[in-house]
């Protein structure tokens, strides 16, 4: 069996301050950049059997400084779609909303937790067995790698937010032992 290497994009203007960027097509900062080009040695001795993108620029851009220049785009790994919370940061959002907290009251006109379950389940139903034959890159997003990883594990999409906010630019590997689906490494830059 191979890992799903899930590499979230390098930085963005809207990551760095904390506003939440679902389909707001941001480019890479300057950091960002070299954030994702320091990848490329770490993934340049892999074999991957696919490769996978969201779409965004800020994903596409990181796989090709990365070295993943086969990446196929995929729709279902967009982040969350946050509605009316597009561009906020959390801390705007409490002012709205006092005591709103994602993973449980969702966002307004965007969409919910199990929507986004849904895409991630769709792309991990299709990418299981390229994953039996071997290694394969997702370049992705925050909220949604931390659904697709709580997916991964077999848990209710609500229990990713037991696992940290994937830093721009990091690698998260997720494998088996044993047959069991774990996380291998969370954040590894």
């Known amino acids: 069996m191979g890992e799903l290497i899930l590499i979230r ?3 963005t203007a809207w990551s760095r301050t904390g506003q939440h960027a679902g389909r707001t097509d941001l480019p890479l900062t300057a950091a960002g950049e070299d954030a994702a080009r320091a990848l490329a040695p770490r993934l340049a001795g892999r074999e991957f059997a696919a490769v996978y ?11 090709e400084l990365a070295g993943l220049h086969a990446a196929e785009a995929d ?8 509605g ?3 561009g906020l ?3 705007q959002i409490q002012q709205r909303e006092p005591g709103w907290e ?3 009251d969702g966002v307004d006109a965007g969409e919910d937790l199990a929507q986004v379950a849904t895409r991630v389940d769709a792309f991990l139903d299709r ?3 390229a994953v039996a034959q071997g290694d394969v ?3 992705a997003h925050g909220h949604l790698s931390r659904i697709l990883t709580a997916r991964w594990l077999g848990l209710d999409p609500s229990a990713a937010r037991q696992f940290g906010h994937p830093h721009p630019g990091t690698i998260n590997t997720l494998g088996y032992e044993h047959g069991i689906p774990v996380v291998l490494g969370w954040n590894v830059p």
């Not at 965004?56 to 990181?62: I, Q």
């Open 9 to 11: 994009h390098g930085e």
């Open 84 to 86: 009316a919370f597009e």
């Open 137 to 139: 890159a997702v370049v």
């Open 75 to 82: 729709a279902d790994l967009i982040e969350w779609d946050y």
């Open 102 to 104: 994602l993973w449980r």
């Open 89 to 91: 940061t959390a801390e």
């Open 53 to 63: 993108s969201s779409p965004l620029t800020r994903a596409v851009r990181t796989a």
């Open 127 to 129: 990418t299981r067995p």
